[in-house]
Protein backbone atom coordinates (compact mmCIF):
# COMPACT_ATOMS: atom_id res chain seq x y z
CA UNK A 1 0.00 0.00 0.00
CA UNK A 2 1.16 3.60 -0.95
CA UNK A 3 0.00 6.53 0.59
CA UNK A 4 -0.05 9.90 -2.20
CA UNK A 5 -2.11 13.06 -2.11
CA UNK A 6 -5.24 13.51 -4.73
CA UNK A 7 -4.22 16.38 -6.02
CA UNK A 8 -1.58 14.03 -8.22
CA UNK A 9 -3.88 11.34 -8.54
CA UNK A 10 -7.20 13.10 -9.82
CA UNK A 11 -9.05 9.95 -11.28
CA UNK A 12 -10.02 9.23 -7.82
CA UNK A 13 -11.81 12.52 -7.64
CA UNK A 14 -14.86 10.97 -8.02
CA UNK A 15 -14.60 7.84 -6.33
CA UNK A 16 -13.50 10.21 -2.98
CA UNK A 17 -16.73 12.22 -3.49
CA UNK A 18 -19.00 9.24 -3.67
CA UNK A 19 -17.94 8.08 -1.01
CA UNK A 20 -17.54 11.04 1.13
CA UNK A 21 -21.38 11.27 -0.30
CA UNK A 22 -22.65 7.79 0.61
CA UNK A 23 -20.89 7.81 4.56
CA UNK A 24 -21.72 10.68 5.85
CA UNK A 25 -25.06 11.16 3.42
CA UNK A 26 -27.48 14.07 5.04
CA UNK A 27 -24.41 15.70 6.70
CA UNK A 28 -24.12 18.13 3.21
CA UNK A 29 -25.97 18.10 0.11
CA UNK A 30 -24.21 16.54 -3.51
CA UNK A 31 -23.15 20.63 -4.28
CA UNK A 32 -21.54 20.87 -1.12
CA UNK A 33 -19.67 18.10 -0.79
CA UNK A 34 -18.46 19.36 -4.29
CA UNK A 35 -17.26 22.67 -2.47
CA UNK A 36 -15.59 20.70 0.62
CA UNK A 37 -13.35 18.63 -1.58
CA UNK A 38 -12.94 20.54 -4.82
CA UNK A 39 -10.13 22.24 -2.78
CA UNK A 40 -8.03 19.41 -2.23
CA UNK A 41 -8.03 18.75 -6.40
CA UNK A 42 -5.13 21.89 -5.97
CA UNK A 43 -4.01 21.05 -2.56
CA UNK A 44 -1.95 23.85 -1.09
CA UNK A 45 -0.24 21.58 1.99
CA UNK A 46 -3.23 22.98 4.65
CA UNK A 47 -5.60 21.92 2.06
CA UNK A 48 -4.04 17.85 1.58
CA UNK A 49 -6.11 14.97 1.02
CA UNK A 50 -4.22 11.78 1.19
CA UNK A 51 -5.36 8.39 -0.55
CA UNK A 52 -4.34 4.99 0.41
CA UNK A 53 -4.04 2.95 -2.99
CA UNK A 54 -2.78 -0.79 -3.48
CA UNK A 55 -3.10 -2.26 -7.09
CA UNK A 56 -4.92 0.77 -8.39
CA UNK A 57 -7.49 0.69 -5.77
CA UNK A 58 -8.77 3.31 -3.54
CA UNK A 59 -8.50 1.86 -0.10
CA UNK A 60 -9.55 5.13 2.16
CA UNK A 61 -8.53 8.85 2.36
CA UNK A 62 -8.26 11.48 5.08
CA UNK A 63 -8.03 15.43 4.64
CA UNK A 64 -6.83 18.37 6.42
CA UNK A 65 -8.28 21.56 6.39
CA UNK A 66 -7.20 24.53 7.75
CA UNK A 67 -10.45 25.87 9.41
CA UNK A 68 -13.95 24.57 9.87
CA UNK A 69 -16.27 27.68 9.45
CA UNK A 70 -18.35 27.10 12.58
CA UNK A 71 -15.00 26.99 14.67
CA UNK A 72 -12.25 29.29 13.05
CA UNK A 73 -10.70 30.12 16.05
CA UNK A 74 -9.30 26.16 16.23
CA UNK A 75 -6.63 24.63 13.75
CA UNK A 76 -6.29 22.55 12.08
CA UNK A 77 -8.61 19.78 11.24
CA UNK A 78 -8.55 16.53 10.24
CA UNK A 79 -11.62 16.96 8.27
CA UNK A 80 -12.16 13.25 6.68
CA UNK A 81 -11.23 9.72 7.55
CA UNK A 82 -12.79 7.19 5.64
CA UNK A 83 -11.65 3.52 4.73
CA UNK A 84 -13.73 1.03 2.60
CA UNK A 85 -15.70 -1.66 4.84
CA UNK A 86 -13.87 -4.69 3.70
CA UNK A 87 -10.16 -2.48 4.36
CA UNK A 88 -10.97 -1.87 7.84
CA UNK A 89 -8.85 -3.23 10.66
CA UNK A 90 -5.52 -3.56 8.68
CA UNK A 91 -4.07 -0.50 10.27
CA UNK A 92 -4.61 2.20 6.98
CA UNK A 93 -7.09 4.72 9.37
CA UNK A 94 -4.32 4.86 11.41
CA UNK A 95 -1.39 5.29 8.70
CA UNK A 96 -3.72 8.09 7.28
CA UNK A 97 -4.33 9.17 10.31
CA UNK A 98 -0.38 9.76 10.68
CA UNK A 99 0.07 11.09 7.21
CA UNK A 100 -2.44 13.96 8.67
CA UNK A 101 -0.52 14.56 11.61
CA UNK A 102 2.88 14.93 10.07
CA UNK A 103 1.87 17.62 7.71
CA UNK A 104 0.18 19.03 10.58
CA UNK A 105 3.41 19.03 12.58
CA UNK A 106 5.66 19.91 9.20
CA UNK A 107 3.43 23.25 9.25
CA UNK A 108 4.48 24.02 13.07
CA UNK A 109 1.44 23.30 14.58
CA UNK A 110 1.04 21.37 17.60
CA UNK A 111 -2.08 20.71 18.06
CA UNK A 112 -5.11 18.66 15.51
CA UNK A 113 -8.44 18.92 15.60
CA UNK A 114 -11.69 16.64 14.63
CA UNK A 115 -15.20 15.84 15.19
CA UNK A 116 -16.86 12.30 15.04
CA UNK A 117 -20.21 11.36 15.16
CA UNK A 118 -19.19 7.81 17.13
CA UNK A 119 -15.93 7.11 16.50
CA UNK A 120 -14.37 8.66 19.63
CA UNK A 121 -13.62 5.59 21.07
CA UNK A 122 -11.32 4.59 18.17
CA UNK A 123 -9.93 7.96 18.33
CA UNK A 124 -9.17 7.84 22.27
CA UNK A 125 -6.37 4.91 21.03
CA UNK A 126 -5.11 6.66 19.10
CA UNK A 127 -4.15 9.81 21.88
CA UNK A 128 -6.47 11.80 20.92
CA UNK A 129 -8.78 13.73 23.85
CA UNK A 130 -12.48 14.34 23.94
CA UNK A 131 -13.40 18.24 24.41
CA UNK A 132 -17.47 18.73 24.08
CA UNK A 133 -19.95 17.83 22.27
CA UNK A 134 -21.23 20.19 19.20
CA UNK A 135 -24.64 20.42 16.98
CA UNK A 136 -23.55 20.06 12.99
CA UNK A 137 -26.58 20.31 10.95
CA UNK A 138 -28.63 18.66 13.82
CA UNK A 139 -26.46 15.55 14.72
CA UNK A 140 -24.30 15.73 17.85
CA UNK A 141 -20.52 15.42 17.13
CA UNK A 142 -17.57 15.29 19.72
CA UNK A 143 -15.32 17.79 19.27
CA UNK A 144 -11.75 16.04 19.89
CA UNK A 145 -7.64 17.48 19.54
CA UNK A 146 -4.51 15.61 20.09
CA UNK A 147 -0.95 17.66 20.86
CA UNK A 148 1.39 16.66 18.34
Request: net charge positive; glycine share 6%.
Amino acid sequence: MEIVLLKDNLQYFDEVLQLSEREWEGLFSKEKWIALLTPYKYGDKISSCFLAIEKNELLGFATIREKVHNIPHLSPWLFILYVKEQHRKKGIGRKLIEKVEDLARELGYRTIYLGTEDKAEYYKKLNWTELEPLNVNGIRVVLMKKNL
